[in-house]
């Protein structure tokens, strides 16, 4: 039988999954499956800051270099995640400067630094990681991060300019998360999401894509919307812009705990959500954010995490990496595709 992979392919899909330097070392159940199922891989950790930023002076690329040594070896697409991202920062980076010149150094130097060492391999790189947020209330939708603290919105236009210098091949993304739902929390980011984009492009920004994360609830009936999400990847499409779906995974939270039902429950979520996504041709990449239950951020997750405290099965294979109704509901989704 064909890997996901290969099914993806055949509709000019790139399929991958996230992947992390410990799964990589310690299962080759793992190893197995990516290779079996996997376009792309997607470093879990391993290229946030927290993942290779010590110290404010010193970089650490052991374990970014086994995943790409990894990728490599298995001739898989690489995406990096992400060189601007306000979670996951190294505890020193409380104590880093606040003024613009400072701030601007300091990007300039991890962009430089880390988008440069992989110049040339990478397919992708989510540039800036979750940087809207409704909540806040500005007029411009922005998160309130220290990068826009000490930069102004101008962070994100120079985290784009210094990324494409670095690495002219690698398509560059914005990444954001709940864009998928039919809520006014959602529609507020999606608003937000494209007027953002769209003055990137007028300012001839190089941004490539919109990463759509894609963490959905199998529960929740308004964990999307097909007619809402079809027409946001239009209106990204209509800006010059491809679509990638970047962390899709689809938590069995909120489902009674029979597995049958939960499985079902969530094979089908996955199916609907691809058979939206696949319908418009903006959308070129599909990452899995965990292929297997074994290894989930899931259960460490306050909002994703069941409550009942049964693991999740969230991701295509089980906890024994035997493949899943959700597994087949993606192939599925690719045949049909
Ligand atoms: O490996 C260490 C372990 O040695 C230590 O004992 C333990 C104690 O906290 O931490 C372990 O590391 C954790 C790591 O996941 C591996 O499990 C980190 O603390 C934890 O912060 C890290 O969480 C990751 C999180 O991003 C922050 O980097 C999740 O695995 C990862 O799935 C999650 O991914 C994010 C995307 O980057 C952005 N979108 C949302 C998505 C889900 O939250």
Redesign the pocket.
Known sequence: TQGLGALAAACGIVFGT?L?R?QVEESPEMRRIVEADAGMVVP??EL?W?GHRPSPEGFDFRDADVMVRFAEEQRKALRG??LVWH??LPPWFAGAPTDAAGMRALLERHIRTVAGRYAGRMHSWDVV??PVEPWYRRPDGLRDTPFLRALGPGYIDLAFRLAHEADPAARLVLNE?GLEMPTEDNAARRAAVLALLRGMRARGVPVHALGI?A?LSAANARSFDPSVLRNFIRDVAALGLEVYVT?LDVTDRGLPPEIPARDAAVARCYRAFLDAVLAETAVRVVVV?GISDRYT?MN??PNARREDGLPVRAHPYDQDFRPKPAWHAMADAFRAA
Do not use: P
């Open positions: 996230t992390t410990g879990g950790l946030k927290a995640h992400a979670e996951a990681n979750e998360y994360q963490h962390e954010w951020w460490d997750s």
